[in-house]
């Protein structure tokens, strides 16, 4: 797929043929598969020129839901919104990560909101500059934005977040040799634990996908795969202990 194009193409891995199946023109910039006519995406609307999340039906005629009440801006709309959309399949739920803030979305099929939780971190409003090309009439980062969550990922229960700030208890030599992976429980909206994903050759952890109890990272030109806890594996059972209130958890961690 390709949201600027645009262009869908859905095939089989039986003979990996692609036919498209985007019958009309409805552009987004990021976008992950619900089921196999339906897309989750993230767009820019021409209403409010703002991102927006919504769902794609990729029926006989592609119709586009969008929602205007799921992110919420700060500076801009566009840069202060920024951040990764995931679908959790098993949930079936969209996720939606803040990239300069702490907090992550969580909504139903329906675009409507489940959960507004917290990441670790005590950022909470987007610390970014936006400066104007009046030539182009184009809207840029007039300074470096601070990152909060630079990726994420979500499978089972479980949400994944590749964090970009050194947390307070935290080793700064593992930080600067490896990229540290926050673990949150959707079903509870609570903080789990941390892991570390070891650089390779400097080369820093880029992307992931987490497969149940697997864990898939893209490292340079590397991909790597690591067997993640039994509590990762299905079925998954809830955990045993009530989670710490996660407002405490930030205040303790960070």
């Known amino acids: ?81 920024d951040g990764t959309l995931q679908y959790n399949q098993q949930l079936r739920r969209l996720i939606y990560t803040y990239r300069y803030r702490n907090q992550y979305i969580v909504a139903n099929d329906s675009l409507q909101l489940q959960l507004l939780g917290n990441t670790l971190d005590t950022i909470s409003q987007a610390q970014i500059q936006v400066g104007t090309i009046a030539s182009k009439n184009q809207r840029k980062l007039a300074a470096p934005a601070l990152t909060v969550n630079n990726y994420s990922a979500t499978s089972g229960n479980y949400l994944f977040v590749n964090s970009k700030r050194l947390g307070k208890t935290e080793s700064l030599f593992l930080w600067e040799q490896s990229s540290v992976i926050d673990v949150y429980d959707l079903t509870e909206n609570s903080y789990q634990f941390s892991f570390y994903v070891a650089d390779i050759e400097t080369q820093k952890l880029t992307t992931f996908q987490v497969l149940n109890d697997k864990f898939i990272g893209l490292i340079g030109n590397h991909i790597v795969t690591y067997q993640l806890g039994d509590r990762f594996k299905e079925p998954q059972q809830p955990p045993a202990t009530t989670a710490l209130n996660s407002k405490k958890q930030v205040s303790e961690y960070r």
């Open 1 to 81: 797929m390709d949201g600027t194009v645009p262009y869908v193409l859905r095939g089989r891995t039986k003979d990996w043929k692609a036919h498209s199946i985007l019958k009309n023109p409805l552009y987004f910039s990021n976008a992950q598969p619900m089921d196999s006519v339906t897309l989750a995406i993230r767009a820019i609307s021409n209403k409010t020129k703002e991102l927006v999340l919504g769902t794609i039906s990729l029926m006989d005629t592609a119709k586009a839901n969008l929602s205007y009440k799921l992110l919420e801006k700060q500076v801009d709309g566009i840069f202060d919104t």
